[in-house]
């Protein structure tokens, strides 16, 4: 074991503990730090034992086994416990030594704390890390922001213990990691990250009830429509999951996925994108809804009671079975670019804002393996990009447009089933509300401004002059000539 550890890290949780055995096979020396010791002799005696990790039993015994510029990695409780793990740790350390979060923690206060530590002569990463239990483990997607000039430090480790992907342009493997940009830059892309997944869990989700309730189809019937939708275009992690969930059975020798408690949980990260999204003017529609899914969901008690007085139309399909499924194939391949395109919008919106340099190419190379959105046509995200870096929505983007345009006949088919069943299907149906108003060159706002002018001399545009130039009307011959201060929230 070396004298001193090339990195420690705080927190061993799942994540926490399947890092450091990341690290130590990558042939780095790690110092593992827990606030409960216990926690880490079990540790040192069980999966650790007989590796080069070693273990601290305080702040100072965890500075003092670190070469220098030392680098502590947080994996705790996002919030006041990241705050509190930084006063602690600061008294301790020197100029340029570097303290990384690796928690699912809010941008903002990536914002705050970068510029806090680097008023103090340190260094600050906060770095998304997605994959779970087993990227962790193998190779995670990693996105770190933070400190610029941190970077060298860290770089080799962070993109040894990575996922790695062939980048299809001639080189065999490039790490799930790389720079995405200043202050709180990596846990945005993160946070994105989490919003899309949310939207394809939603989705995967509708497309299950309608198989199940419409269609009629078993866990076994499931399991094959998931293996055969993973050779296609729908390629990726959570539907290749999916499959393998409709064929794990319980004791009893039925789906154990029948048997779980139908009220889903959410740790807000998912909430904090659709926040972001109405803070920044972005339309995050899909995603949006998948927050407000879980939300119905929660309500559990109160859906039972109405289900026994609230009546909707009795389910009846007598098509094609074969056909729907790839009906529904389609909307799922359409919704899913759809939810990709909006997170991209909010990125784009953001890296104005912020003054990012977002490398958005790289983030959907970043994003092709080890984590939870691993998804087939991240590879056609690049390719948009690197086209044309100006895309400015990928449903423009001549594969994702094409693709879109063949699916709509079936996923308009699929969304019209599901309303004349009765069956909810929030996200799909407003992914295809999102097409259809993208793609209308004249929307009803024009009646919406007319009414705003009308009630509060908001003033309107008109077509026939320029953009920029607003007017008002006196509607009811009552009102006065002032108009309302013209300004967009």
Known sequence: MKTK??????????MGENLILNMESKGFTVTAYNRSY???????????????????NSIESLIDSLATPRKIMLMVKAGQVVDNFIEQLIPHLEKGDIIIDGG???????????????????LYIGTGVSGGEEGALKGPSIMPGGSKAAWPAVKEIFQSISAKVDNEQGEPIVPCCDWVGDAGAGHFVKMVHNGIEYGDMQLICEAYQLMKNVLGLSADELHQVFDDWNNTELDSYLIEITRDIFAYKDEDGEPLVEKILDTAGQKGTGKWTGVTALDLGVPLTLIADSVFARCISAKKDQRVEAAKVISGPEISFS????????????????AKMVSYAQGYMLMEEAAKEYQWQLNFGGIALMWRGGCIIRSAFLGKIKEAYDDNPQVGNLLLAPYFRDSVVCAQAGWRRVVGTAVANGVAIPCLSSALTYFDGFRTARLPANLLQAQRDYFGAHTYERIDKPRGEFFHTNWTGRGGDTASTTYNV
Do not use: C, M, W
Request: charge should be positive.
């Open 5 to 14: 550890s090339d990195i420690g890290l705080v927190g061993l949780a799942v």
């Open 104 to 122: 699912n923690t809010h941008y903002p206060d990536s914002n705050r704390r970068t510029q806090y530590l680097e008023s103090k002569g340190l």
């Open 38 to 56: 216990a926690k880490v002799e079990s540790f040192l005696r069980g999966r650790a034992e007989g590796k080069n990790i070693r273990g601290a």
């Open 319 to 334: 098509g094609d079975k074969a056909a729907f499924i790839e009906d529904l194939r389609q909307a799922l391949l359409a």
